[in-house]
């Protein structure tokens, strides 16, 4: 996909790719035949950039046809850079992009469910970067307050963003005593584990009177070594040999 549009993001999206396959395929009640139902769980991405996951998810669980990825980023397509709602493609519960704001969406979906005595769940993506946005903890502060223990925020704590470390740009740590002490319950896993992501999604989903945070341990370009931990990846994109060379690692 994104050899072909010569633009994307792929690191952060490699290292997603366990933490979306686990909520599609194993955690979610959703329906691709249905892709508004009311009853659904719903999915709020924050970090936008990563859309080339989200949508390779989708297609695999059936929102629509797989030879569709292959417009990625192309004039007319609705798999855009940046997922957006009004661009026709199902599944896609908020036009992403400007980082920090999902939180607050994804609070407020929440609070609608509870109040409309609804038994659907929230559950939203987060680069651990976009944490350094202020807004993040006013809605954090207020998730708390409201008791959503219907909501599951996820932190992709993959320890870097466009330049660099994230502890060299901005200092996170310690992250987990900071959720802890806005009242969440914290769950820490490696993200690239499908048996920890599994048992840490179950956790979450038995939380009473408080919402939970998924702090998942995971690594930017995952499964192709030349790229693995390195922060120039997080917006550049293979060549098409190069792609060829990355596609036969991973399988």
């Known amino acids: 996909m994104l050899a072909g549009a010569g633009s994307g993001h792929l690191g952060g999206s490699l290292g997603l790719a366990d933490i979306f396959t686990t909520l599609y395929f194993s955690v979610l009640n959703h329906d691709p035949v249905q892709p508004s139902w009311s ?11 990563v859309a080339p996951v989200l949508y390779a998810t989708l297609a695999h669980a ?50 609608a469910a509870k109040m409309d005595r609804k ?23 207020s998730a708390s307050h409201y008791k959503l223990d219907n909501f599951v925020a996820i932190v992709d704590r993959n ?4 330049d660099g470390k994230t502890e060299d740009v901005m200092k996170l740590e310690p992250l987990a005593e900071k ?14 584990d499908i048996d920890q992501l599994l048992d840490v999604f179950a ?9 939970s ?20 990846w997080h917006g550049k994109v293979p060549t098409t040999e190069q792609a060829l060379e990355f596609l036969e690692q991973l399988r």
């Open 203 to 211: 956790k979450a989903q038995i939380s009473q009177n408080a919402p």
């Open 119 to 141: 038994n659907h769940r929230i559950y939203s993506i987060h680069g651990d970067g976009e944490l350094q946005e202020g807004s993040v903890w006013e809605a954090a502060m």
């Open 62 to 111: 059936g929102y629509f046809p797989l030879n569709e990825l292959k417009t990625l980023r192309k004039l007319g397509s609705r798999l855009q850079g940046h997922p957006g709602r009004d661009h026709g493609l199902p599944g896609i519960e908020l036009s992403a992009g400007s980082l920090g704001q999902g939180l607050s969406v994804a609070v407020g979906m929440a609070i």
């Open 179 to 192: 959720w802890r002490s806005f009242g969440w319950q914290v769950l820490n896993c490696d993200g690239n």
């Open 159 to 162: 320890g870097l963003q466009i």
């Open 39 to 49: 009853g659904r769980d719903r999915v709020v991405l924050s970090i936008g950039h």
């Open 213 to 232: 945070v998924i702090i998942a341990k995971t690594l930017m370009g995952k499964g192709i070594r030349s790229i693995e931990g390195d922060y120039h």
